[in-house]
């Protein structure tokens, strides 16, 4: 079997320049099938809400939702690094606050690292966490509640291959240091571009992981499971940037399903159509 992932696994791919997959997953079987593939980081994002949940606030999820989430998502996850991000809040109320909720996600949940969204703003929180032992991976970039922050239109900053401001990319380097300093095990940056994404990934000795906006030019990319297979009713419309149509697939079967039950047919794996 192959070892379990650690943080200096990933260092040291970083520096022989292996890229690192991650894949957001929210379920036990996901996670089951995401560890089969080998990726090197399962991350249980707090975007459950929206995706899976049907919320139409993010900000809705709350901290005993992400430990559930992360529970079941760790009991099918053995050899990847289990990554959970924090739910609004925590982070927010102060550096107390953030430390509790991390060692309750770790000691309930038995998650390995920590995910902090807007880690830029709250460098303090991240040694923090650091010094309890909690490995850190730091979100930043641009988002959209730091597009206007930073000058720029979120709308075109989140393109494919989209290009960040003049300046603007040394301010990037600027926080990816910041964050390096002060403790962080690896670096999400969102929207990174072709330009300031290689800028910073050099800039660093610790990974540059990539989700939403983020491309080749970085140490590794991370993507919704979901996403990756079509797994969603908008994917029967657009069945765009994904290697499969689960949700076209599901629609078909389950069709079938409801046919054979109005038909008073034997179900499939009754016979049927075996």
Do not use: C
Not at 14 to 19: A, D, E, L, V
Not at 141 to 150: F, K, N, R, S, V
Not at 164 to 193: C, H, Q, V, W, Y
């Amino acid at each position: 079997m192959t070892p379990k992932i650690t943080i200096p696994h990933l260092h040291q791919m970083k520096q022989s320049g292996t890229r690192i997959v991650g894949l957001v997953v929210w379920d036990y079987q996901m996670a089951l099938i995401a560890d089969r593939v080998g990726v090197e980081i399962i991350s249980v994002g707090d975007t459950v809400g929206h995706n899976l949940w049907g919320q139409p606030n993010p900000l809705e999820v709350t901290m005993d939702q992400m430990v559930t989430v992360a529970q079941a998502v760790r009991r099918g996850t053995k050899r990847a690094l289990l990554s959970v991000d924090f739910p609004y809040g925590p982070l927010q109320e102060g550096v107390g606050s953030a430390v509790r909720a991390a060692i309750r996600l770790v000691k309930e949940a038995g998650v390995d690292m920590i995910k902090l969204d807007g880690a830029a703003d709250f460098p303090e929180a991240v040694t923090a966490l650091t010094r309890a032992g909690i490995p850190v991976w730091a979100q930043f970039g641009i988002t959209p509640q730091t597009a206007l922050a930073h000058g720029v239109d979120y709308a075109s900053a989140s393109k494919p291959g989209a290009q960040l401001p003049a300046g603007l990319t040394a301010r990037m380097i600027d926080e990816a240091k910041r964050l390096e300093a002060a403790g962080a095990a690896l670096l999400d940056f969102t929207n990174s571009g072709p330009v300031a994404g290689p800028a910073v990934t050099a800039a660093v000795s610790i990974p540059v992981i990539g989700g939403f906006g983020g491309g080749p030019w970085l140490d590794g990319r991370v993507r919704m499971a979901h996403a990756a297979i079509g797994y969603g009713a908008k994917h029967l419309d657009e069945p765009i940037e994904t290697y499969a149509n689960v949700a076209q697939i599901s629609l078909e079967a389950l069709t079938e399903l409801a046919a054979d039950i109005r038909a008073r047919q034997h179900i499939r794996g009754q016979g049927k159509k075996a």
